[in-house]
């Protein structure tokens, strides 16, 4: 008798969920199902005997993990699913990193550093070390750190290799080796880890301790990792280190949504996965049950273009689908009219809910037009992966307080925390504490102890440790009441003893008001957490030892993804996003805006093959996010860097099948659902439209100019040359062109005030003005209009 777990699976899914027994790679189509198939699959396993405890599980949210873990329950009786080992991998390798913590050097009780306290840290040590912040940018610092560690690269092998050092010397940042390496130690001496340390700090762990390799190798006998494309090295060389044994390892992904590059991940990971283990059975999931046929053949019709990709026919057996419709504006503001329009009038015709619909971008500052548009016509939005709760201060500096009471060699949480709410502790007094710390090698709470406990001669330090002693005294005492007081409790505790509460009831203005129930909010978490661990014990998925900790909570919020912070309160309201944001996620109507060249696809993935495909990749993603119906939209006008530029329609545009399209018309005006443009857009463009000519095709009666020389430069993909433009601007009265240019010459070398020197290649005369093209080298070419470019002749 078959296994109910197989019921309602197609025979492809069928097949992925049944031979478990040995390497597998399951290439899944956007929609095809496949955490159906993932939970099926380790549900059945533990159906046919295998246990639970030699099951590892890695998901990319939180969420994921414990949406899988609820399936796998109603499908496995006797709440076996509990014993899994399943989470990001964050989450998972964090919690075996405090296994073993001491293996490594560092303490059980060791901090997770987000975002800020890397950049804050780096900061400092870029202070420190006396260099210009225009060119030592922590930022950017911070992601060549998380490149490198993501890369497996320590400080120790980055200063030995003479081709990095060559490449700082050219980014003119020759001291980024001596930054990160000063930035691990006082890492370590912090008794913290940054995110990406969770993974490098496991590879490390696993190599060097080859006793606490082979345990987890026995323990996790079946190994299944979902989104494989979208893993890094340093995640690549786990999963290759921990399957060494057993080699049962099953990961599902697709290629075709591989987006995240500039986060380290390797979509080689994935297409060489054969190679790696050469007896793995590949199972390929095309059936797409999310969208309409029209949906996913024009994605297939993108998509194939891509030279590195698996083959794989994608389909679906759905209604066909309305075309997918484009929209064609003069500017970004009228751009966003015409889709904030559509936006309205879908959802009066279909009885769709705001919630159905999502506009998609390429870049965050994109969704300002969009906004204000919006907001005009009174249509309720979120930003998606915008402000999170725990970016609020009064959040920050209470779960500073939490992290020292912890771990009190978290530098970054005594500097937030030290002088607040003030104690007359400045931020001279700040940098002595700081200064003095470095001169013993200890962190600052280790150097203010001991001034408290045995104060000093200097006068100096006397003084730091009278400020200080109040300090010392309070984080002393709260961290003997860990033990002795339940989660919640103790978390109320800090709150009102550091004086953060009393701080903002003085205060009495709406901003603290809401401080406060952000404050109550986050102590709520803690009782909710204690409630769920209760109800685990309750029902026998932990033991009665098992008892939540502070530890565990702080790690829960530490480690929670920006998919895992989604807000109820957010229901109901249009999502606008970027590409990126929308992987893994699906709605009824989306609106991909903004796909002009140079934009989407972006100037930067112009310049490699690989970085032009995975614009496509992204471009697939947008695409494949719609159920019903998708629409795209572009500006022939954008301002960029205070300059009014053309723009040309993207090559994804041209690369769709033109069966799936319904294009604007050249002798229609442009395409609407709903009423006219905005007045106020309208009026604005009238304005421009005095003032320029949008005019791609240049006026037959105007004047040409000879081109100079063009440099040599990369060519793009063959796919992209020699594409005919999708559409133009509806016909006109022509214009009289204007007379020639005087102001400026082709080859001379101007100035721009953000670009900087460039040469113009090519001017070309309008109506009123002159379009010049200047290319600015590392910038590429920029056309602008000679009034308004604040050119300066070199």
Known sequence: MESPILQGLNPAQREAVVHYDRPSLIIAGAGSGKTRVLTSRIAYMIEQGVAPFNILALTFTNKAAEQMRERIAQMVPGNRSRYIRMGTFHSVFSRILRENAERIGYPQTFTIYEPSDTRNLLKTIIKEMQLADEKYKPNAIASRISYAKNCLVTPGAYAANATYAAEDRRLQIPEFGTIYNTYCQRCRRNGAMDFDDLLLQTNILLRDCPDVLARYQEQFRYILVDEYQDTNYAQYVIIRRLSETHSKVCVVGDDAQSIYSFRGAKIENILSFRKDFPEALTFKLEQNYRSTRTIVEAANSVIVRNAKRMEKNCFSEGDLGEPIRVLKAY???EEAEQVVMDIRDRVRESGAMWSDVAVLYRTNNQS?????????????YRIYKGSSFYDHKEIKDLLAYIRLVINPRDDEAFRRIVNYPARGIGDTTVQRIGLLAAERGVSMWE??????????????????ARKVTEFVSLIRSLSLQ??????????????????????????QTPEATSALDNIEELLNSMQLFREQRDAEIRNGERSEQEQPTIEEWLQSVMLMTDMD?????????????TVHSAKGLEYMYVYIVGLEENLFPSQRAMESPDGFEEERRLFYVALTRAKVAATLSYAETRFKWGNMEFSRPS?????????YLDRPQEEHPLPRRGEAAHESGRSALDELRRRFDYRFKQQAAAPRQQEPARPVVTPPPPSTVGMRRLGSRPAETPRQAGPPCTDYAVGERVEHPKFGAGTILRIETLASDHKLVVEFGEFGQKTLLAK????TKL
């Open 331 to 333: 500017t970004d503001r």
């Open 368 to 380: 300002l037009v969009l906004e204000d548009a919006l907001r005009r016509r009174a249509i309720p």
């Open 447 to 464: 150097a203010v102890d001991t001034l408290v406990e045995e104060p000093a001669a200097d006068p100096v330090q006397r003084t730091i």
């Open 482 to 507: 860990r033990e002795e007081k339940s989660l919640y409790d103790f978390g109320h505790e800090i709150a009102s003893r550091s004086g953060i509460i009393a701080q903002y009831r003085m205060e």
């Open 565 to 577: 912070k989604d807000d109820p309160a957010d229901r109901d309201k249009v999502t606008l996003m």
């Open 651 to 659: 090559c994804f545009l041209r690369e769709i099948d033109s069966r």
């Open 788 to 791: 308004f470019a604040r050119l």
